[in-house]
């Protein structure tokens, strides 16, 4: 105990004040051929009541535990139907969703056709990104880190008006 009275002692998983899980971190796994993969154990708890896997962003796939998928669920629903990048972009979203569960080893099953859309082979990343994470198959997430970190510099500036 420190002198404030509080604990050192770091949570497997950090939430803030409302309860929702925040990830962090990059871990790397391999997918069985049944296409299976073991979810990180820090991740583990957050996805207990369940998750959303559906197609993400640059080749990736986004994984959320069922309370955030509902709150994006509800803002996408919410999107004006008349215009055309919120359908495409709600489209992408919905269509592309399943709802997975991990077996009592804390793997996660994904379907056949998000493996494909992600370029998926064998080894995956798991990336954690505050309210959700973000599934790549290992090769394409080094090569968009490598992109990334020559940028770095380039994106905090522009950035920088938005208060980051």
Same mark, same amino acid.
């Given at each position: 105990m420190g002198?404030?009275?509080?604990e050192w002692d770091f949570p497997a998983r950090i939430t803030h004040r409302s309860e929702t899980p925040m990830f962090i971190g990059e871990y790397r796994h391999t997918m069985?051929?049944?296409g299976r993969i073991s979810v990180p154990v820090k991740f583990r708890a957050s996805l207990s009541d369940g998750a959303i896997v559906t197609r993400?962003?640059?080749?990736s796939l986004f994984l959320y535990p069922v309370s955030s998928w509902q709150l994006l669920a509800q803002k996408l629903a919410a999107l004006p139907l008349g215009q055309?990048?919120?359908?495409?972009? !709600?489209r992408l979203m919905f269509a592309g969703a399943m709802d997975? =569960?991990?077996?009592?080893?804390?793997?996660l099953l994904?379907?056949?056709?998000?493996?494909q859309y992600a370029s998926i082979q064998k080894s995956v990343v798991f990336a954690g990104l505050y309210d959700r994470i973000e599934l790549w198959d290992a090769t394409l997430w080094d090569a968009? !880190?490598?992109?990334?970190?020559?940028?770095?510099?380039?994106? =905090?500036?522009?950035l920088a008006g938005l208060g980051v």
């Open positions: 002198d404030s009275g509080m069985d051929e049944k993400g962003l640059d080749r055309e990048e919120s359908r495409a972009f !709600t997975v =569960a991990l077996d009592a080893s804390g793997r994904l379907p056949e056709y998000l493996r968009h !880190t490598r992109s990334l970190e020559s940028r770095g510099n380039e994106i =905090a500036e522009r």
